[in-house]
Nanobody
């Protein structure tokens, strides 16, 4: 299974970015896909998750109202629309495929992408 993120970049405070994650692999199945982010010296933190079947979405409090996670099953893709970006959103963003356990726990995800860097300048 391979997850490939794209869409990161350097933006200014208040700008928007849309991250994409494409999944590939034989018989790839997961009930949830998630986005995490990580800054140097910190653990990967949960950002958002989406049910691949029911489309239910989950967000960490700091991004509610600003970020939107979505999916396109036909394209095996998950997206993270990030609006009203803040300097504190600067991080490497990873998409991941859930395996079991709490959606907010990085250990519950089995497959990870390589990450895409998002830099928000103030």
């Amino acid at each position: 299974v391979q997850l490939v993120e794209s869409g990161g970049g350097l933006v200014q405070t208040g700008d928007s970015l849309r991250l994409s994650c494409v999944a590939s692999g034989h018989n790839f199945r997961t009930n949830y896909m998630g986005w995490f982010r990580q800054t140097p010296g910190q653990e990967r933190g949960f950002v958002a998750a989406i049910g691949t079947i029911d489309g239910m979405t989950y967000y960490t409090d700091s991004v509610k109202g600003r970020f939107t996670i979505s999916r396109d099953a036909a394209k095996n893709s998950v997206y993270l629309q990030m609006n009203s970006l803040k300097a504190e959103d600067t991080a490497v963003y990873y998409c991941a495929a859930h395996y079991g356990g709490s959606l907010q726990a990085s250990g519950a995800y089995l497959y990870w992408g390589q990450g895409t860097q998002v830099n928000v300048s103030s």
